[in-house]
C-alpha cells in the first residue's frame, strides 16, 4: 500500500520569502510519479510540479522546486519568492508508474501574509 | 479553466437518498476518474471510467457506482447515502488511461448529508 504523510498542517510565509513544504510517502515500489497541487478556495485542483522517480534531477517549474531524496522517500516543495496567489491547500501526491489513481497527503494550508 | 465542468455545484440530501453527480471531461479527453474529498483530507480515488468502461476501482462499497458516456461525460451515483458520505466530489479527465497522462480538474461538487 502507499502512503503519503504531510506532517504540515498550517503554515505562512511573508510575501516575497521562501518557504519549503514537506512531503514524506511510503511504497515498495521502484518506479513512480510524485505530484504537488494546488487546490485554492475555488477548490480546482491545480497541478504545480511534477517528478519522475527515476530521474534524479530535481523538477523546477518557475519559482517552484522539488527537493526529491529517493532513499529516505522525501520529496519536499519549495516557493520562492511568494506571492500572495500562492496562498491555497497544496497537496502532496503519489502514483505508481503502473498505475492510474493518485494517493493524497492530507494537505498543507499555507498562507501568504502581505 | 480547465474545461472540466461538474454540475450541481452543491447539492443536499437525506440519509438515505440516491444521488447522480454529473462531470463533463475536456474536449478530446476519454478517461475520466472521481475523487472524494472529507473536510480536512486529501481526496481518495473512487474508480475511473476509461472509453466507457471502469478501469480501476479505490476502497469503496458497491453503492458508489458510475457510467460513462460516448461522449466520455461521465455520472457518479450514490445510494443509500449516509452522513459520512458528505464531502467534496471531484471529477479529473486525461486524453488517456495511465500515470504519464496529465490530470485536468473541476471544481467539484459540495456534497452535504442530513
Known amino acids: 500500500a502507499q502512503t503519503v504523510t504531510q506532517s504540515q498542517p498550517e503554515m505562512s510565509v511573508q510575501e516575497a520569502e521562501t518557504v519549503t513544504l514537506s512531503c514524506t510517502y511510503d511504497?515498495?515500489?521502484?518506479?513512480?510519479?510524485l505530484f504537488w497541487y494546488k487546490q485554492p478556495p475555488s477548490r480546482q485542483m491545480i497541478l504545480v510540479i511534477r517528478q519522475e522517480a527515476y530521474k534524479q534531477q530535481n523538477a523546477t517549474e518557475n519559482r517552484f522546486s522539488v527537493n526529491f531524496q529517493k532513499a529516505a522517500k522525501s520529496f519536499s516543495l519549495k516557493i520562492s519568492d511568494s506571492q500572495l496567489g500562492d496562498t491555497a491547500m497544496y497537496f502532496c501526491?503519489?502514483?505508481?508508474?503502473?498505475?492510474?489513481?493518485?494517493?493524497f497527503g492530507t494537505g498543507t494550508s499555507l498562507t501568504v501574509i502581505p | 479553466e480547465t474545461g472540466v465542468t461538474q454540475s450541481p455545484t452543491h447539492l443536499i440530501k437525506t440519509r438515505g437518498q440516491q444521488v447522480t453527480l454529473r462531470c463533463s471531461s475536456q474536449?478530446?479527453?476519454?478517461?475520466v476518474s472521481w475523487y472524494q474529498q472529507a473536510l480536512g483530507q486529501g481526496p481518495q480515488f473512487i474508480f475511473q471510467y476509461y472509453r466507457e468502461e471502469e478501469n480501476g476501482r479505490g476502497n469503496f462499497p458497491p453503492r458508489f457506482s458510475g457510467l460513462q458516456f460516448p461522449n466520455y461525460s461521465s455520472e457518479l451515483n450514490v445510494n443509500a447515502l449516509e452522513l459520512d458520505d458528505s464531502a467534496l466530489y471531484l471529477c479529473?479527465?486525461?486524453?488517456?488511461?495511465?500515470?504519464?497522462?496529465?490530470?485536468?480538474f473541476g471544481s467539484g461538487t459540495q456534497l452535504s448529508v442530513l
Open positions: 479529473a479527465s486525461s486524453l488517456n488511461s495511465g500515470a504519464n497522462e496529465k490530470l485536468f
Open positions: 474536449s478530446g479527453h476519454n478517461t
Open positions: 501526491a503519489f502514483m505508481r508508474n503502473t498505475g492510474n489513481q493518485f494517493y
Open positions: 511504497t515498495s515500489e521502484n518506479n513512480y510519479y
